[in-house]
DNA sequence: ACAAAAGTGTTCGGAATACACCCATGT
DNA sequence: ACATGGGTGTATTCCGAACACTTTTGT
């Protein structure tokens, strides 16, 4: 009879959870690095997280954690992915949660932990070297936004309430790594009637203003919360 | 200064795989389960699964415990999502990687674990009452499989090698929740490129034989083993 | 002969593509 | 005046949707 289950086999290992924060800043996709002060890897950049306490979930472990290094609070938050590979943490076995959040272009608020940790945003074009296997989470993370923004009203998670047509149009074209066409890209999104004009223009730009637009959300179909990642 | 993380602060749990295994059998969509040998919730049906032990990645926790309880191996699984409700088992704090993974219809095996276990597949719309939260995972798995049958050549992994368009055409059917034009159904597929025709049809049909059909692996763009779930 | 599922073509409308010029603003 | 990005229309192609009858087999 093979190995039953009793308790005592039971290995117990320490959770914790990652948290891969995009948002949308200067033309760019962006991605929230803090600076750790403890080792390992005492001084690298990594992605915010910790580890999962007794009585909260992973989604609860990464909110606290993310607005205790970060500031950032009440972030929108998916799962991404679960990393178990033995030897990831020279500490010992430490499993990882890892989630992906969307930080609204624009409301930049504190970004400073409660200790003063040096928090940054990051291009995902160019990123610093990293702690543990960060990097490798966040290509994976990357590679699933592309699949996201086949789900209708993704992108505006990254944007602000308000937004011009060309912020719009660069996510896309970061994500997909392509140019797109102005014209047909804006025939598109007015068709589909998830977004609406607004009467506001930017202002001082030493160009034509653009015409801000907000997402309908009467208009999507899949409900926003239930957000498939990949 | 905030709580500091040390050592003896890490809270270990823990931590379990559960298998959402599906299949393509009698025209109907079937996911596998077992009859629980031990409490809690002796006797009910459960999906598949255990603790991950000391030196296993929860996909290899996973393909043993399938193999172990099932007699299944080797089987293409994929992260599913992971499930951190700290109440969820009675038994203590047991976080639970769940997989989803799929079974090639015809190769059925002996679907027998090495004690004996029940073992059954069940159609996905008569599901028996389950232990735990596993009713509630599977609904999340096949809500996910929509979102698959949009990656190229994702439904391939629930048939035989060889198939007939009535059998692909079914589980689109099944997993959409809708029924699909024959002739328009047929064409997307020819036109794709991604499925080539073999010279070789039914046997022993009260019908007109259909031809078999096979999976063109070269045609298709997004590699295989990289298969984005939700 | 009958039952059951396989197989096959055409028409139509909407969506995606390709493409080039003028406009409004700040400096 | 110039530099910068905003904003617009048309022709073409491609794809998905709708739709009904004949064919082959086992019984």
Redesign the pocket.
Known sequence: MAKKKQSGEFHQMAVATDGVILTYDEKQIKVLLIKRRNAPFKGEWALPGGFVGNKETAEECAQREICEETGLKKLSLEQLCTISDPKRDPRGRVLSIVFMGFFRSGKTGPLAGDDATEVEWFSIHKLPKMAFDHSKIIKTGIKGLKNLLNIEGAAFELLAEKF????LQTIYEEVLGAE?????F???FM?SGIIMPLNE???????????YYKLDRRMLKSEPGLMPIF
């Open positions: 011009t047509f060309s912020q797109l066409d102005k014209r047909n804006r025939r598109r068709n223009v930017e202002k001082n730009v030493p160009y034509k203003p653009g015409r």
